[in-house]
């Protein structure tokens, strides 16, 4: 027989590392040997963390006498919106959260409580040699009431604020991935004639393309001219979402589009200056 020394509850949340020898409490001169060792104060300097997304001006529909001469001029993005991570998780909510919210949800039919008719039982229940059954109005009879039938709901579903803006971005960054991202100076056309203005779309290249612009009013004579030209698309800045912008195989912003997504999604981040003649480019 031996002896052994049993520590109660008390003991044990007195003395935690009592039994655990690479654990037990470190001896003062280790603390003050520690506390001795000087240590150098945080850095004050903010290191940037994202470079900037540089892409080339956009050849405009139609060139007016402001805007700058495409060729000798390009457009610094914003790396946090036009720059993020793919996600194809936060796509994929967004889309389904708008094509929830496009469905109309009124299909209804009617139960067997709402079919008209007499509630009188169709034969007897014994003696027929048939199956049983009630009234017409049974859902297992030929006209009548419909079981678990579709009835009107609503099939919109909820998505927080913060998700829909990263969608957004991740929506915007995989466009400029692929090269399929433009930016115009602006987004303008003289008239409202068809002809001219596909011709002008096919001969830039950009058919299948969404048009984005910033203006608070489309112009009516190019929102007349591209209504009738199939796959190409016009809408304002805040009125777009990510499906229509996935959709579309190719994306033409225009300034102010740029500077409202930047203003609205943009994150507050050091980014690294960028080594450009301010001759040469336009930071928006």
Known sequence: MFSRKLLTPCSLYSRPFAGIPHLARPSSSLQALRSSIPHPPPSKDIIPIAQPVVLALSEPLKRKESDPPAKDHVVVLDPTVFAHPTRTDILHLCTIHYLDSLRQGSAST????????????LRRQKGTGKARIGDGQSPILVGGGRAFGPKPRDFSTKLPRKVIQMGMRVALSVKVKENRLGVMSSIDWPNGRTKHLKERIERLGLRKTLFITGEEAVPVGLERAIANIQQVELVRADAVNVYEIMKHQRLILDVKAVDYFEDSLKKDVPISPL????????SL
């Open 110 to 121: 009617k139960t067997r409580a709402e079919v008209h008719g007499s509630g009188i039982k």
């Open 275 to 282: 080594p450009l003649a301010e001759a040469t480019s336009v």
